[in-house]
């Protein structure tokens, strides 16, 4: 994923949080705004309830896989930060995609 495609600063995920809206399944939530570029922005947000280090980047390695798979479906001109809740350690990437693709399509952010 390119730099400009990740949100990283506080003040972009706040912006996100008190903004925007949200979708929520059984181990991932979704946060999402419109924004001003012509392209989708992807913030991730993994607390340590959810496990140790390598677990968490795992999660990370899989949601923005899911993301980058699917931004050919998605409109453009969206943040969006996905949080993991505690039992999303388990998942694997087809769980990830599976959860991920119907959050966006609740949200019509997917065609």
């Known amino acids: 994923m390119k730099r400009e ?16 809206k949200s979708r929520a ?8 705004r419109r924004n001003e570029c012509g392209f989708n ?3 991730v947000s993994i607390s ?9 980047h795992r999660l990370k390695r899989l949601y923005s896989e899911a993301f980058y798979r699917m931004k050919d479906k998605m409109q453009k001109g969206y943040d969006i930060i996905v949080v993991a809740r505690k ?7 087809g769980d990830v995609l599976v959860e991920m693709t119907g959050l966006l399509k609740r949200g019509k952010i997917i065609k």
């Open 25 to 32: 399944a059984q181990n991932t939530v979704i946060y999402y």
């Open 5 to 20: 495609e990740r949100l990283r600063k506080n003040y972009e995920f706040k912006k996100v949080y008190q903004g925007g």
């Open 41 to 43: 922005r992807l913030g």
């Open 48 to 56: 340590k309830k959810v496990g140790k280090s390598v677990v968490r």
């Open 87 to 93: 039992g999303a350690a388990r998942l694997r990437f």
